[in-house]
């Protein structure tokens, strides 16, 4: 979904505040890193994939605390 973005150049921002890719959508560049903050402090990892004009996607993986 959507029009990716060139992993390889935006890697080390991708999860930084205040970062976007795209100018042409609203937003204010906090989703990802957000979403990282969050998946971190539930001891998970997140994992995002992307091609320009192809897609991106995104795996979040979170541990099983449920005994």
Same mark, same amino acid.
């Given at each position: 979904? /959507?029009? /990716?973005?060139? @992993?390889?150049? !935006? @890697?080390?921002?991708?999860? #930084? $505040?205040? #970062?976007?890719?795209?100018?042409?959508?609203? /937003?204010? /560049?906090?989703?990802? !890193?957000?979403?990282?903050? #969050?998946?971190? @402090?539930?001891?998970?990892? *997140?994992?995002?994939?992307?091609?320009?004009?192809?897609?991106?996607?995104?795996? *979040?993986?979170? $541990?099983?605390?449920?005994?």
């Amino acid at each position: 979904n /959507g029009i /990716g973005f060139d @992993a390889t150049k !935006y @890697a080390d921002k991708l999860f #930084q $505040p205040f #970062q976007r890719f795209h100018t042409h959508v609203e /937003g204010k /560049g906090l989703g990802m !890193y957000l979403i990282k903050t #969050q998946v971190e @402090a539930l001891g998970g990892q *997140i994992e995002v994939t992307s091609v320009l004009t192809k897609g991106t996607s995104v795996q *979040i993986s979170l $541990p099983n605390t449920s005994y």
